[in-house]
């Protein structure tokens, strides 16, 4: 089993900054992705970005060059600094993780309201 708690989610003005964080905590040597996924009202949960135990990245077309996914491996944290935060990102975001013996794992979620 892991367990994820995120952090980090607030109101911020369109053009602001927020950094989100996700403690990993549990059977975590098993982890081979984790990352950052959104869902904003009526919309399906959507790919922001990801983190591989390589430390290679993927990042949702919407937040390329915009967004940048980091992990701290010595404290077990995945991070999502989140700048030039636009109106259409607005929405909940949800920590991801991936075992190498199958299966995923999602944290609560932490919600994110960027106004105009």
């Known amino acids: 089993q892991v367990h994820l708690v995120e952090s980090g989610g607030g109101l911020v003005q369109a053009g602001g900054s927020l950094t989100l964080s996700c403690t990993a905590s549990g059977n975590i040597a098993n982890i081979i992705v984790m990352g950052w996924y959104r869902q904003a009202p009526g919309k399906q949960r959507e790919l922001v970005a990801a983190?591989?135990?390589?430390?290679?990245?993927n990042y949702g077309d919407s937040v390329k060059g915009r967004f940048t996914i980091s992990t701290d491996k010595a404290t077990n944290m995945v991070y999502l600094q989140m700048d030039n935060l636009q109106t259409e990102d607005t929405g909940e975001y949800f920590c991801?993780?991936?075992?190498?013996?199958?299966?995923?794992?999602w944290g609560q979620g932490t919600q994110v309201t960027v106004s105009s």
């Open positions: 991801h993780a991936v075992p190498w013996n199958g299966g995923n794992y």
């Open positions: 983190i591989g135990s390589d430390s290679t990245t």
